[in-house]
């Protein structure tokens, strides 16, 4: 069974430009979570969605959306970039919404914003 | 204000030697609380995932434990083996309502290198 893949692993933006970057969960997988790392931050929760309905928000501007769609896949939007959004975003996925459900990481995207 | 805290920041050992990692919490009401071990360049990969009932968890050569009477949690890693050396991320879930995966707090994690 294929993994959690995210896309585009690597890319580079300037200020005040905006990405959407994309997360394919696993098979069957209807919860869908992103989550943004930094060296200073460490792992911090963005949002999550389950059945193209985002459940829960972390504590990020409304700069960051997202969305789900009917096959599960998920996308996320950071609009008018800035150069503390330089991070890894990474997207997890679980069966189900249940608090003791497995969550399995993709590869994450990197993020640079110049 | 819920908080995680991991020591060591980070930890070296001898291939073969044994480690405990610690985890300290104040998230409340605690749902869960999970392991993850992150290699470089990679996302975590869950190891554990611990309920408010349960108070020793393992895989493989990883044994979790948790005691939410002191809020306290530690990951034992066994007979060490390079492969291990990696950032060891404790996450508690705080709940929020239903089914919800609810609040995460993280870690600032430990990162251990094991050398040969």
């Known amino acids: 069974k294929a993994g959690v893949t995210q896309t585009p692993r690597y890319l580079i933006k300037t200020r005040g430009q905006q990405v959407t970057l994309s997360c394919s969960p696993i098979s069957g997988h209807r919860s869908v979570s992103w989550y943004q790392q930094t060296p200073g931050q460490g792992l911090q929760f963005l949002f999550e969605?389950?059945?193209?309905?985002?459940?829960n928000k972390g504590n990020f501007p409304g700069r960051f959306s997202g969305r789900q769609f009917s096959n599960s896949r998920s996308e996320m939007n950071v609009s008018t970039l800035e150069l503390g959004d330089s991070a890894l975003y990474l997207c997890?996925?679980?069966?189900?919404?249940?608090?003791?459900?497995?969550?399995?990481f993709g590869p994450g995207t990197r993020l640079t914003v110049l | 204000k819920n908080q995680v805290e991991q020591s060591p920041q980070s930890l070296i050992i001898l291939e073969g030697k044994n480690c405990t990692l610690q985890c300290n919490y104040t998230v409340s009401p605690f749902s869960n609380l999970r392991w993850y071990k992150q290699d470089t360049g990679r996302g975590p990969v869950s190891l554990t995932i611990?309920?408010?009932?349960?108070n020793t968890k393992s895989n493989g050569r990883y044994t979790a434990t948790l005691d939410a009477d002191t809020k306290q949690s530690s990951l034992h890693i066994t007979a060490s083996q390079l492969s291990d050396s990696a950032s060891y991320i404790c996450v508690v879930s705080a709940v929020a309502g239903g089914t919800s995966y609810g609040k995460l707090t993280f870690g600032q994690g430990t990162i251990l290198t094991v050398h040969p």
């Open positions: 969605y389950f059945s193209e309905t985002q459940r």
């Open positions: 997890a996925s679980s069966l189900y919404r249940g608090s003791t459900d497995t969550q399995y």
């Open positions: 611990m309920t408010f009932s349960e």
